[in-house]
């Protein structure tokens, strides 16, 4: 019997994508498809699922929110997160949230079933980078960088921040009221001891937490 995979993505490229690499096996299949976190946790209410392939930016709820919500339903699903994100960005707070695997999309493609096979049957696929975060993460003596210092959601606003995107458009991305999203960059700015926006780009620059390749 083949692994029936749920593969959540608003990207049709990549669900079609990852329906014909699929194809290509023995072992695993795309058996459904999901292009927001509403869809997401009707799928998963639904039918049981060996593995679910997750993009952690799609419309609708927070992506780590919605790790959290599929752990609480359904404890036994396994989540690899499959991200344009870098792994500097989210990788820790995904795991963290409950994922068994990151990989970006942006890394080496012939690691992706590997991680699906090693995720589907009770593992935890991590990269060497991703290791080293964690480890960084875990250590009583780490370096307490800024950027960990803020909630999820003030995470997601600020990597809109430093991409440039306008409060309005971050408001409607994450449904959030222009206010919210006003207070969130206060909070970001204060937390991270920083005065302006373009401070934030340039730590964001520093620290490989911007995703060049979307300006």
């Not at 929110?65 to 404890?75: F, H, K, S, W």
């Not at 589907?120 to 991590?126: E, K, L």
């Not at 001891?193 to 620059?205: E, G, H, K, Q």
């Amino acid at each position: 019997m083949k692994l029936e995979v749920l593969v959540a993505d608003d990207h049709a490229i990549i669900r079609d994508g990852l329906k014909k690499i699929l194809a290509d096996t023995d072992d695993m299949v795309v058996a459904g498809e999901a292009a927001n976190s509403n869809a997401v946790m009707e799928q998963v209410r639904a039918r049981t699922w060996s593995l679910l392939v997750l993009d952690i930016s799609m419309p609708g709820r927070n992506g780590l929110e919605l790790i959290r919500m599929v752990n609480a339903e359904c404890p036994r699903l396994p989540i690899l997160v499959f991200s344009m994100h870098h792994e500097e960005q989210y990788a820790v707070r995904a795991i963290r949230a409950g994922a068994s695997g990151y990989l970006s999309k942006e890394g080496d493609t012939d690691l992706l079933l590997p991680a699906m096979r090693k995720v589907a049957f009770g593992g935890v696929f991590i990269s060497p980078t991703v290791a080293e975060l964690l480890a960084t993460d875990a250590s009583p003596h780490k370096e307490v960088m800024p950027h960990t210092l803020l909630t999820d959601r003030e995470f997601e606003v600020f990597s809109r921040l430093v991409r440039g995107v306008r409060l309005t458009t971050i408001a409607e991305e994450l449904s959030l009221s222009v206010k919210t999203v006003s207070t969130h960059k206060t909070h970001i700015l204060n937390k991270m001891n920083m005065s302006s926006p373009v401070d934030l780009v340039r730590y964001a620059l520093d620290h490989k937490l911007l995703d060049e390749s979307k300006q």
